[in-house]
């Protein structure tokens, strides 16, 4: 390319420049955000721009929002490589069916920590935050912690809000 920007020239801001440019040097893409709250105006503008598309990604890669389907992420289109110069095809994004776990799933020893959680979210009414954290002596990191590790060895955590605007958690199915 010469120095002197073309008419059809694609205007980017620095933040839109970095984004697209980072995700450019990923074998899958992808952009990662570290917190995608405070880069939803970018991306918003690149995903109007048709810089960047949303694409349905596996729980293990970098993604920018979660739907009905599971995780989205955010891959640079063919346009966006082409606004960096390049002339590069954005791959195709490789995913685990949503309904499997994200691993084989291990039996929980009796007697751990582990075991106590899965025995108060398997009561009919759930728990809280609040009550497991009380239970296991946790902070609610610790206890969030915990909950998303159920979740990757394939036990179904889900969550719903009481009358008292509180969420309740349970083991909808059991581990496979």
């Keep these: 390319m010469s120095n002197v920007a073309s008419s059809n020239a694609v ?8 984004m ?11 952009v ?3 917190e995608p709250t405070a880069a939803s105006r970018t991306v918003a503008a690149l995903i109007r721009r048709g810089l960047l598309a949303e694409v349905p990604v596996a729980r293990r890669q970098p993604s920018w929002r979660e739907d009905a389907n599971g995780p989205v992420g ?14 590069k095809e954005p791959p195709a994004v490789v ?16 007697g751990t920590k582990q ?4 025995e108060l979210l398997a009561r009919e009414q759930g728990a809280t935050l609040r009550e497991v ?4 002596g946790w902070l609610p990191h610790t206890t969030r912690a915990a909950l998303t590790g ?4 394939g036990y179904a955590v889900a969550s719903s809000t009481m009358a008292s605007g509180e969420r309740s958690y349970r083991i909808a199915q059991a581990a496979a």
Excluded at 150 to 153: A, D, E, I, K, N
């Design 74 to 87: 955010l891959q640079i289109t063919k346009a966006g490589f082409a606004a960096l110069g390049l002339d």
């Design 150 to 153: 159920l979740r990757r060895r």
């Design 133 to 136: 954290a009380a239970a296991m």
């Design 32 to 34: 990662v955000l570290s």
């Design 11 to 18: 205007r980017l801001s620095d933040a839109q420049l970095v």
């Design 95 to 110: 995913q685990t069916p949503p309904s499997g776990p994200l691993r084989s799933t291990v039996e929980v020893r009796a």
């Design 115 to 118: 075991a106590a959680v899965v």
């Design 20 to 30: 697209l440019s980072a995700a450019s040097q990923r074998k899958d893409a992808l």
